[in-house]
C-alpha cells in the first residue's frame, strides 16, 4: 500500500531524449517537464539539455572536445526562481589507459536549487568556472 506521505511529495514528470552518433560526433538532446506544479515553486518545472561530443587525437592521445548548454526552467515569469541557464566546455586527453587530463569553463546565470528556491534562489547571479584535473583509474 502507498503511503500518502509518498503520493503527497511525488511530483510526476515525463522526459523525451535523443542521441545521434556519426563519426567522432556525438549529439544528444533531452526535454524533461513535470506533469503538476513542483510542490517548492508552484509551477511546472522543465529543463532542456543539449550536448555535444568529438572524439580525436592530439600528439596521439585520445582527445574528447565536448559542449553542453542547459536550461531549466523553475518558476513564473517574475519570479526570483524563474530559470536557470548553464554552459560548458570541455577538452580530456587520455594520456594513458589508466590516466586522463582535462579542463572545463563553466558559465551559470542564476542560482536556482529544486529544494528551498523561494529561500535561497538569486536570478542576479553569474559565474565563470575553470576546472582543471588528473583522472586516475585503477
Known amino acids: 500500500m502507498e503511503s500518502s506521505l509518498f503520493y503527497r511529495d511525488s511530483s510526476p514528470a515525463w522526459n523525451v531524449n535523443a542521441k ?13 517537464r513535470t506533469l503538476d506544479e513542483w510542490p517548492a515553486t508552484g509551477a511546472h518545472v522543465h ?4 550536448q ?11 582527445t574528447t572536445y565536448s559542449i553542453m548548454y542547459n536550461q ?4 513564473n515569469s517574475g519570479d526570483e526562481w524563474e530559470s536557470m541557464d ?7 586527453m587520455r594520456l594513458h ?3 586522463a587530463i582535462g579542463a572545463e569553463y563553466l558559465f551559470n546565470s542564476s542560482f536556482v536549487p529544486l529544494i528551498l ?11 565563470h568556472t575553470f576546472l582543471t584535473g588528473v ?4
Open 52 to 62: 555535444g561530443r568529438y572524439k580525436d587525437y592530439i600528439w596521439k592521445f585520445p
Open 20 to 32: 545521434y552518433s556519426i563519426g567522432s560526433f556525438d549529439f544528444m538532446g533531452e526535454f524533461s
Open 72 to 75: 531549466g526552467i523553475q518558476g
Open 117 to 127: 528556491p523561494r529561500v535561497v534562489a538569486n536570478d542576479g547571479v553569474v559565474l
Open 97 to 99: 589507459p589508466n590516466v
Open 47 to 50: 529543463a532542456l539539455n543539449l
Open 135 to 138: 583522472k586516475v583509474t585503477f
Open 86 to 92: 548553464q554552459f560548458v566546455a570541455g577538452l580530456e
